[in-house]
C-alpha cells in the first residue's frame, strides 16, 4: 500500500526557514518525481514544485511563486522527498502536501498525504 | 502560463442525475489533463489521467473526453458520495508547471 505522510508543520514568523518532511512507503521510491502542493485555507491546489526521480537525474522544478525561496530534495536511502522553505511570507500559509508523479511522470499524481499546515504570521 | 477555466463554478443536481463539469485551457495542452476529487478535510483523489483514462478503482460512472483546450467530466449518475469538489489539471513542457482549475462544487439540490 502507498502511503505517503507528511510532517514538519508549524507557525512561524515572517522571514523564517521551515523543512518539510515527506517519508514514502509501498513503492520503489527512487524511480518516481514527488511533487509538493498546496492549499490555502478555503482555496483551490497549487503547485509547488517537484523532483524528478533517479532516472531523469532528480532534477527539479518550481512554480514562480516560491522559486528561489523553497529547495525540493530528496533522500531515496530513505524513501523520503523535503521541501526546504526560506524567507516565509503571510501568503505561504497553506496545507503542504507531498504526492507521487504517476506512471514515474509529471503528468498527473495518484497518491497524495493528506498535508501538513504551514502558518506564517507575526 | 496555461490557464484553466472551470465552468460552472458550482453545480446543484440531485442523485441519479447526470454531472457534466467542464474544463478550458488558454491553450492546447495535448492529453496532459487530469481531474481531481476532493472532499472537506481530505486530500485529492485521481479519478482520470491524460484526458480519458479512469484511475485504479475509479467506479466507471466517471468518464472523461476531450482534445486540445476543452474537456470534460462527466459522472454519468451521481452517488451520495459523488458530492465534493472537482479540480482538472494540466502539466506543460515550457516552462515546465503544473497548473489547476479553480474547482467546480459539486453539490447536492
Known amino acids: 500500500e502507498v502511503q505517503l505522510v507528511e510532517s514538519g508543520g508549524d507557525l512561524v514568523q515572517p522571514g523564517r526557514s521551515l523543512r518539510l518532511s515527506c517519508p514514502a512507503s509501498g513503492f520503489t521510491f527512487g524511480d518516481y518525481t514527488m511533487s509538493w502542493f498546496r492549499q490555502a485555507p478555503g482555496k483551490g491546489l497549487e503547485w509547488v514544485g517537484f523532483?524528478?526521480?533517479?532516472?531523469?537525474?532528480?532534477?527539479?522544478e518550481y512554480s514562480a511563486s516560491v522559486k528561489g525561496r523553497f529547495t525540493i530534495s530528496r533522500d531515496d536511502s530513505k524513501s523520503i522527498a523535503y521541501l526546504q522553505m526560506n524567507s516565509l511570507k503571510t501568503e505561504d500559509t497553506a496545507v503542504y502536501s507531498c504526492?507521487?508523479?504517476?506512471?514515474?511522470?509529471?503528468?498527473?499524481?495518484?497518491?497524495w498525504g493528506q498535508g501538513t499546515l504551514v502558518t506564517v504570521s507575526s | 502560463e496555461i490557464v484553466l477555466t472551470q465552468s460552472p463554478a458550482t453545480l446543484s443536481l440531485s442523485p441519479g442525475e447526470r454531472a457534466t463539469l467542464s474544463c478550458r485551457a488558454s491553450?492546447?495542452?495535448?492529453?496532459?489533463l487530469a481531474w481531481y476529487q476532493q472532499k472537506p478535510g481530505q486530500a485529492p483523489r485521481l479519478l482520470i489521467y491524460d484526458v480519458s483514462n479512469r484511475a485504479t478503482g475509479i467506479p466507471a460512472r466517471f468518464s472523461g473526453s476531450g482534445s486540445g483546450t476543452d474537456f470534460t467530466l462527466t459522472i454519468s449518475s451521481l452517488e451520495p458520495e459523488d458530492f465534493a469538489v472537482y479540480y482538472c489539471?494540466?502539466?506543460?513542457?515550457?516552462?515546465?508547471?503544473?497548473?489547476f482549475g479553480q474547482g467546480t462544487r459539486l453539490e447536492i439540490k
Open positions: 504526492s507521487r508523479g504517476g506512471n514515474n511522470g509529471w503528468n498527473y499524481f495518484d497518491y
Open positions: 523532483i524528478r526521480g533517479k532516472a531523469y537525474g532528480g532534477t527539479t
Open positions: 491553450q492546447s495542452v495535448r492529453s496532459y
Open positions: 489539471q494540466q502539466r506543460s513542457n515550457w516552462p515546465p508547471e503544473i497548473t
